[in-house]
């Protein structure tokens, strides 16, 4: 039996400084459709995500909080694993940086790097942001000479510390950044990194602090702990077991995809590689820089107090709700921008009207002309060519998957989802053209009205089959409805390429309701007192 083609996928480990938001869970699904579609795919899959959980913004606000940095991170890690389980996120394995396993392993990679010369003793002085914790030139500060991420104030810093010679990976990256294949998507992303650091010249690193004592200790010095995010970029090599336990590296490393948003590209495109080219590891073999999904175009952030609680949107609308807006809406590489209103229209329009309808207005149907069982009639038995409508249709449907497929490898959930949407709309379409109704009401057309109903049902198959990386509910609710539940083999990747499959196992039953319509002016009114009071 051939062996499975591996892919492995991870998101940034979230920062452990409060509750997540609706911005942190457009990356984990975005991470959680990828690793469904592969595993969709046949694939072996490694789907990592967890919390970066030391630095001194933790240590104060724990501080802040009455409670020891354990104690507040532990809460932290509560919250993230209640979201992710909301959101069904399948991830495979989660990585808390406060591991022991973890801590043990960062120790044991910093001291390899002592050991060959990559990291050396020094001091360091320069300007400091604690809430992004890290150091900025003068040349990369805003207009303003605040944090260029974040835009608060910065403070002049001055303490000894180890460094990494980045400048020794000066040529390796500019090689990196130059290959045919691209390392970093989007382009756009690419340029900035060359243009802003590359281009200036690489400075060696500061990878340790003295000023606090929340982190992983420097296994030569106990003086100093590891800077936090070196402990956390390590966290996709020691969550396989690097350094001591190497059978889940050699299988899954280098990382097929990583997913960051664009404030901490800087971080993952030069600082991480370089880490693994002193390490004599391979790097990652793509890295995918996505947009910020602003509120009402302002960037979410627990300190601005926009932040949009994403276990409040699924108790009231339900998870695939949140995740069908929240793939859609974020295109390649660019923003996306939430609104209340643009969420609870989009429900109304595109998984009540187009997606909802479609499969109401077909099983109801196979249910009221059939009574539920639906006979396999040909085009040739009902005496009639395949129309211009059924071939079209036919088309469109076989060849969805690739459409879908290529869109995923790029990434682009939004595009994917959009093919799959235009389907939908497709067949409804269909039943405009077909007017099934009009069949119905002749008994010399009953033929032709089962071939109309049974191409409706496998366009249903296949998007019910390509839903389930990406609204997994929605998607077995389909199948439940459309007689599949225990036909599971009419669903995969090979059926999905293939028109004609459909045979359901069960009666159809009509009446099937995915989602319902909202009043949306009453649901922002009820959103606004929700917030208002938390």
């Known amino acids: 039996m051939p062996q499975k083609k591996k892919f492995y996928i991870t998101t940034p480990i979230y920062y452990a400084s409060g509750r997540p938001h609706i911005g942190h869970s457009y990356t984990t699904v975005l991470a959680d459709a990828l690793a469904r579609w592969q595993r969709f795919k046949g694939a072996d899959v490694m789907f990592l995500t967890g919390l970066d959980e030391h630095g001194e913004k933790v240590e104060e606000k724990a501080r802040l909080a009455g409670v020891e940095p354990q104690e507040y991170v532990d809460r932290i890690n509560e919250d993230y694993v209640e979201v992710w389980k909301k959101l069904d996120i399948s991830y495979d394995r989660y990585i808390r940086t406060t591991g022991a396993d973890h801590m043990r392993r960062v120790q044991a990679i910093f001291q390899r790097l002592v050991d060959s010369g990559d990291i050396y003793p020094g001091s360091y002085e320069g300007l400091y942001c604690t809430p992004c914790e890290a150091y900025w030139l003068p040349s990369q500060l805003d207009e303003d000479g605040n944090c260029p991420d974040c835009h608060r104030e910065l403070r002049r810093m001055s303490e000894p ?164 807006y929240l793939l859609s809406e974020m295109g390649y590489g660019v923003d996306g921008s939430y609104t209340n209103s643009d969420f609870l229209q989009r429900i109304n329009t595109d998984l009540v009207n187009n997606l909802g309808n479609l499969l109401s207005r077909t099983t109801a149907m196979i249910n009221k002309y059939f009574d539920g069982v639906l006979p396999y009639v040909s085009n040739v038995e009902c005496s009639s060519e395949e129309s211009e409508w059924d071939l079209d249709l036919r088309n469109a449907g076989e060849s969805l998957f690739h459409q879908v497929d290529t869109a995923m490898a790029e990434p682009r959930a939004a595009n994917a989802l959009d093919h799959i949407f235009t389907f939908a709309a497709r067949c409804n379409k269909y039943i405009d053209l077909t007017e099934p109704w009009v069949l119905g009401r002749d008994a010399a057309h009953r033929d032709r009205l089962a071939v109309v109903l049974r191409n409706l049902s496998d366009g249903l198959r296949i998007i019910a089959a390509l839903l389930q990386a990406f609204l997994p509910r929605t998607a077995a609710a389909m199948a439940e409805a459309l007689g599949l539940s225990a036909a599971p083999e009419q669903l995969t990747w090979e059926q999905v390429q293939v028109w004609g499959v459909w045979q359901p196992t069960e009666k159809i039953a009509g009446g099937v309701h995915l989602f319902s319509r909202l009043d949306v002016d009453a649901e922002i009114e009820a959103l606004n007192k929700i917030y208002s009071e938390q």
């Open 161 to 324: 510390s180890y460094f990494f010679r980045l400048s020794k990976y000066q040529k390796p990256l500019e090689e990196l950044f130059a290959r045919e294949e691209p390392f970093l998507v989007p382009a756009g992303s690419a340029r900035e990194m060359i243009n802003n650091f590359l281009k200036p010249g690489l400075q060696d690193l500061a990878v340790t602090r003295s000023a606090f004592d929340w982190g992983v200790v420097a296994p030569n010095d106990s003086k100093f702990v590891i800077y936090v995010w070196i402990d956390a970029l390590l966290n996709y090599i020691t969550a396989m077991g690097y350094p001591d336990n190497t059978a889940d590296m050699e299988r899954y490393w280098p990382a097929d995809i990583q997913l960051v948003g664009r404030e901490i590209v800087r971080f993952h495109t030069l600082i991480w590689p370089a880490f693994l080219m002193a390490l004599d590891l391979p790097v990652p073999k793509k890295v995918y820089a996505h947009g910020w999904l602003l509120f009402d175009n302002v960037k979410m952030s627990k300190s601005l107090g926009n932040v949009v609680d994403p276990l409040v949107l699924a108790e009231r609308y339900g998870v695939d709700s949140i995740r069908y």
